[in-house]
């Protein structure tokens, strides 16, 4: 069957840290898809100094994927969001015609990314995500809806799911984006939402569905509190603090 997209190519931008449990079957289901949607698609994992075997677990499932598979291993830990720009730039240096982002632990249904591609048919620049019913624990949801806000009063910013980690771009778009943005940012896709909103970008936001976690715990390793849902650790408080000034750095820097 010839994919409904002949000669469109795509790489898939995925960060990855101590997902051995689960990234094996997201990326088949994410196969599965992308082989009868665009005639070519690459994955870009970039493992962020994972403790458990991430990367033996990926080099591992290779063999059985219709798309290419590239492995950027990163010796040390350097979070999410700076490992999330690694992967955007090698997938920019690939040359296809768009990129795909979505996060190593699987919290979506490969299937939804097909709305992401109808919309990019449809004349779009970017297509992002907006996560229905999500099933984070409540700090997470509770710092999103904050976000929103922030966005919305601070920088003239209206989106329902800022920083959702499923985004379809067309890959010269962000190129133009990533070349705007500071080297390792701590939470990139709020400025490029910034960025897309400044530059007035076709942008949509898609309902897409949200689930747990793919593997043996439904939150992952960076919220295993021993207070629960409604615990917001240290380096989570510490994390939203670095990010606020980041955001609002940047926003400076724009306006002088």
Known sequence: ?????????????????????????????????????????????????????????????????????????QEENHGHGPSVVVAYRRTIELGTDLVLQV??????????????????????DVATGRRVARVDPLIRRM??????????????????????????????????????????????HVLLTVLETDAHLDHVEVAVTHRDRRGSTSTGSTWQGRFGALSMPWRLARFCGGALMEVVRFRRARRT
């Open 1 to 73: 069957m010839s994919p409904p997209r002949p000669g469109m190519s795509l790489a898939v931008a995925i960060p990855a840290y101590n997902e051995a449990d689960g990234i094996a079957a997201f990326l088949a289901e994410l196969d599965a898809v992308l082989v009868d949607e665009v005639a070519e698609h690459t994955f870009v994992v970039v493992d962020d100094a994972s403790t458990d075997t991430t990367v033996v677990t990926l080099e591992a499932t290779r063999p059985s994927l219709v798309g290419e598979l590239e492995i950027l291993a």
């Open 143 to 188: 710092v999103t809806a904050a976000l929103n806000t922030l966005m919305r009063v601070g920088f003239g910013v209206v989106r329902s799911d800022t920083n959702c980690p499923l985004r379809l771009y067309r890959s010269a778009v962000l190129d133009d984006l990533l070349s705007q943005l500071p080297p390792a940012p701590m939470v990139p």
């Open 103 to 124: 996060d190593g632990d699987g919290q979506f249904d490969a299937t939804d990314v097909s709305l992401l591609l109808d919309a990019i048919d449809q004349g779009r």
